[in-house]
């Protein structure tokens, strides 16, 4: 199975301080990850989608100078969170899709990075 | 665009009692609609992919359903292990690869 990791899986940090978030596809190689926000008893709500070699393509509503994603590899992309206040404080979790898969590409998510910004 | 909506909201079982999830869609070329389960403080787990009206796939006590406007999860005789959020998502022809998710359904399995 496609297994995906998260670092840290916590993080607790001082308003202003910047966080960065790394993800990693460990046996396969993930052409394009996906970063989502979940907040208490809420769904996923997708941030950007992350494309190796390429800039971050960014939803609706989010700040892509707070939120920088960087897909340097084909097995890790990053999320730094600049300037960090309280309000961003939430449950961070990426995906990856498995390129062997064939038709509908299913996603396999990291466990997830829980922020905290005192 | 794309729409995902999931019922109930929760839903609270006996072990071994049988029931259903519902997750209706809307979308612009159905190229797969999928089901995981997010246990609390982790990421969702991949449970299935269907691709066309009338595939079924079946895992353990799960059984997953496709139609061309629904999706049912069905679970049969579950245990307490089988409680979890599950969240339904589809993937568009037309949206980029991206997933459109539901809501999920929290189930509760009392012992």
């Known amino acids: 199975g496609a297994v995906v990791s998260q670092h840290p899986s916590w993080v607790i940090c001082k308003s202003g301080t910047s966080v960065k978030i790394e993800c990693r596809s460990l046996?396969?190689?993930?052409?394009?990850m996906f970063w989502y926000r979940q907040f208490p008893k809420q769904s996923l709500m997708l941030m950007a989608t992350?494309?190796?070699?390429?800039?971050?393509?960014?939803e609706q509503g989010v700040e892509k100078d707070k939120f920088l994603i960087n897909h340097a590899s084909l097995t890790l992309s990053t999320l730094t969170v600049t300037s960090a206040h309280p309000e961003d404080s939430s449950f961070y979790i990426c995906?990856?899709?498995?390129?062997?898969?064939?038709?509908?590409?299913?996603?396999?998510f990291g466990p997830g990075t829980r922020l905290t910004v005192t | 665009e794309d729409q995902v909506t999931q019922s109930p909201e929760a839903l609270r079982l006996q072990e071994g009692e049988s029931s259903s999830l519902n997750c209706s869609y809307t979308v612009s070329g159905l190229r797969g609609l999928f089901w995981y389960r997010q246990d609390p403080g982790k990421g969702p787990e991949f449970l299935f992919t269907l691709y066309s009206a009338g595939e079924e796939k079946e895992k353990e006590r799960l059984k997953a359903t496709l139609t061309k406007k629904e999706s049912f999860l069905h679970i049969t005789a579950p245990k307490p292990e089988d409680s979890a959020t599950y969240l339904c998502a589809v993937q568009g022809n037309t949206n980029a690869g991206k997933s459109t998710f539901g809501d999920g359904t929290t189930l509760t399995v009392k012992p």
């Open positions: 995906s990856a899709r498995d390129p062997r898969t064939s038709g509908a590409y299913e996603q396999y």
């Open positions: 046996d396969f190689q993930a052409t394009t």
């Open positions: 992350s494309n190796e070699g390429s800039k971050a393509t960014y």
